[in-house]
């Protein structure tokens, strides 16, 4: 079963510019985490945002959380072409001991 | 941090054989490791959940003779595809948590090749 539907499905931007992703999910939560996967890779977590936080920022990523919209968006600031990859939203429910629901991901492409 | 170590990273199998795939908490006990699977330029997709002692839970779709799971320690599951064929070529990817709430830490990822 999946969750998460990210928006939009691929988005292609130049170096420098922001990269925005949207994740929307159907269920409560107890966290929301985003991964990044390059292709044909493993999964790299970037960050996790607790259902009580409403925004979190590592380095250039700033991630907002909406529980009443049930909604998530990832921002990529000053992007990389090293950020090519595909982005994941994936839930956490409040129950102990259930795995993660991965919503269907953004392809990004930077390019230089 | 947490380490999950997976193996192997990559097989490639004749159709009918079985393929086994070890998933390793190296510094943490996990009483719950999850598997998923995914397909080229899709999600992944929760099969199953594995619990410590116990049988694994499945998702719904997901056959239990098909993908055996073993969780016999604490720091090691397995997932046993048996009699592969070539629709069962896929990514499988296995995790496990610290603790409730916690992140979940990802192995590298098994790419399965079945001819």
């Known amino acids: 079963s999946q969750q998460g539907e990210e928006d939009p499905q691929a988005l292609s931007i130049q170096e420098g510019e922001n990269a925005t992703m949207n994740c929307s999910y159907k269920?409560?939560?107890?966290?929301l985490q985003w991964y990044r996967q390059n292709s044909g890779r493993g999964l790299v977590h970037l960050i996790l945002?607790?259902?009580?936080?409403r925004e979190k920022h590592s380095g250039r990523l700033r991630v907002t959380l909406d529980t009443s919209k049930k909604s998530s968006s990832l921002l990529i600031t000053a992007s990389r072409a090293a950020d090519t990859a595909s982005y994941f939203c994936?839930?956490?429910?409040?129950?102990?001991?259930?795995?993660?629901?991965f919503g269907k991901g953004t392809t990004l492409s930077v390019s230089s | 941090g947490a380490v999950v170590s997976q193996h192997p990273s990559r097989v490639i199998c004749k159709s009918g054989t079985s393929v086994k795939i070890e998933c390793r908490s190296l510094?943490?006990?996990?009483?719950?490791m999850f598997w998923y699977r995914q397909f080229p330029k899709k999600s992944l997709m929760l099969m199953a959940t594995?619990?410590?002692?116990?049988?694994?839970?499945?998702e719904q779709g997901v056959e239990k003779d098909k993908f055996l799971i073993n969780h016999a320690s604490l720091t090691l599951s397995t997932l046993t595809v048996t009699s592969a064929h070539p629709e069962d070529s896929s990514f499988y990817i296995c995790?496990?948590?610290?603790?409730?709430?916690?992140?979940?830490?990802f192995g590298s990822g098994t790419q399965l090749s079945v001819l």
């Open positions: 269920t409560s939560i107890n966290n």
């Open positions: 594995s619990n410590e002692g116990s049988k694994a839970t499945y």
């Open positions: 945002i607790r259902s009580n936080e």
């Open positions: 510094d943490f006990q996990a009483t719950t």
């Open positions: 995790s496990a948590k610290r603790g409730p709430g916690e992140k979940l830490f």
């Open positions: 994936a839930t956490d429910a409040p129950q102990a001991g259930t795995a993660l629901i």
